[in-house]
């Protein structure tokens, strides 16, 4: 049964880096068939794409966030990462993980994490 | 980048209403549209996937249609459950767009 639980610091100082994890249930990271993307939420705003990282490696992240984003996979963990650097009070937001069926499908997606960036 | 503009961004009906939402994509994005549901406090859920097709498990009284630039999300016959924020996302390119959500009151 496939499962997905984003982990994560809570609070982050302004100009530090944030690093989040999403855990995957094992036998379910690695596929030619499926992909790993990142949606934040700010409080009370709407969904924001971040970013998709796909089985050979490569991401591709939202424009407005590709200086300051990355994307990896460890399959030895189970587990899809997430590094943005430079925080301001603007990245403060809850952080879905989600799997995509192939085309860009987001279908199954974590609970999120609550990340808030403050001094 | 392909800009998603939905409307309305909030609406009110009544139980056993149809509902109608709209999304305009800026560039032709073909069916790679989706629908999403989220309630709140959960993490969104898919509901409609390529423009017009149903998730296993969304009751029927949903649908999606649409092609190019222009895409319809309906809700026939509405219930209390369905309370939510409804999100467009295109998938037509690598670089992925949310529309700006509909929030749907009852």
């Known amino acids: 049964q496939l499962r997905v639980q984003e982990s994560g610091p809570g609070l982050v100082k302004p100009s530090e880096d944030l690093s989040l994890t999403c855990s995957v249930s094992p036998g379910f990271i690695s596929s030619s068939s499926y992909f790993w993307g990142w949606i934040r939420q700010p409080p009370g705003k709407g969904l924001e794409w971040i970013g998709n990282?796909?089985?050979?490696?490569?991401?591709y992240y939202n424009p407005s966030l590709n200086s300051r984003v990355s994307m990896s996979v460890d399959t030895s963990k189970s587990q899809v990462s997430l590094r943005v650097s430079s925080v301001t009070a603007a990245d403060t937001a809850l952080y879905y993980c989600?799997?995509?069926?192939?085309?860009?499908?987001?279908?199954?997606w974590g609970q999120g994490t609550l990340v808030i960036v403050s001094s | 980048d392909i800009q998603m503009t939905q409307s309305p961004s909030s609406l009110s009906a009544s139980v056993g209403d149809r509902v109608t939402i709209t999304c305009q994509a800026s560039q032709d994005i073909r069916n790679y549209l989706n629908w999403y549901q989220q309630k709140p406090g959960k993490a969104p859920k898919l509901l409609i996937y390529?423009?017009?097709n149903l998730e296993t498990g969304v009751p029927s009284r949903f649908s999606g249609s649409g092609s190019g630039t222009h895409f319809s999300f309906t809700i026939n016959s509405l219930q209390p459950e369905d309370v939510a924020t409804y999100y467009c996302q295109q998938y037509d390119n690598l670089l992925y767009t949310f529309g700006q959500g509909t929030k749907l009151e009852i």
């Open positions: 990282i796909y089985y050979d490696g490569k991401a």
């Open positions: 390529d423009a017009s």
């Open positions: 989600a799997r995509l069926r192939p085309g860009g499908t987001f279908y199954f």
